[in-house]
């Protein structure tokens, strides 16, 4: 069973078909969307099902987990954030999104945080990496204050809504969190 955890202000919680409203309208905001490598706008109807059902099929597999993060204060959906692990080489993807209403309040932060505490700490992984579109520096400072460094960027790698996109890679290893931590 996948895990639900705490922190300061956030419960980071498995995804249920009762978020499937809130993420829609979250993550289909063009201004997020616009931001992530992979959420369409509009976001179709039944989009956000498949995405609960396909994150509940990766966890059933080791394949990775996906949180919903919920306010602690409000009880509300702010965004999601998840690994995607290659067991092969005990690495694991980090991605998240928070929805725009709550932008600025160090929420990614907070659930980044936690997610390298859980690919380290709990799944004992040896490496957590994670992309960003170069105009999205928010992510990247979010990369940055958890400890990842920047490790590159990728030019015109991808196309998002017909332009293509350069993408940025900050990556951590356990002995490099370990060394953080002191």
């Known amino acids: 069973m996948q895990p639900t955890f705490v922190t300061e202000r956030l419960i980071l919680r498995p995804l249920q ?4 409203p809130s993420i829609q309208n979250l993550a289909g905001e063009k201004d997020v ?13 039944g989009a956000a099902e498949s995405f609960i059902a396909a994150t509940q099929e990766r966890y059933s597999k080791n394949l990775g987990s996906t949180f919903a993060l919920i306010s602690k204060e409000t009880s509300e959906l702010v965004g999601c954030a998840g690994m995607h692990i290659v067991s092969d080489y005990n690495r694991a993807e980090l991605a998240y999104w928070i929805g725009k209403p709550y932008w600025g309040h160090g929420y990614a932060t907070e659930a980044a945080r936690r997610m390298l ?5 709990e799944l004992k992984l ?13 992510s990247s400072m979010v990369m940055q204050k958890i400890g990842m460094k920047y490790e590159g960027k990728l030019v015109q ?26």
Do not use: Q
């Open 157 to 182: 790698h991808i196309k998002k809504w017909g332009e293509y996109e350069d993408l940025v890679y900050y990556g951590i290893t356990i002995s490099e969190y370990e060394t953080a931590l002191g």
């Open 17 to 20: 078909l009762a978020d499937a």
């Open 126 to 138: 040896n490496r957590i990496w994670a992309a960003a579109l170069d105009r999205n520096p928010a």
């Open 117 to 121: 505490e859980y690919g380290f700490d």
């Open 33 to 45: 969307a616009s931001t992530t490598l992979s959420i369409p706008h509009p976001y179709p109807d």
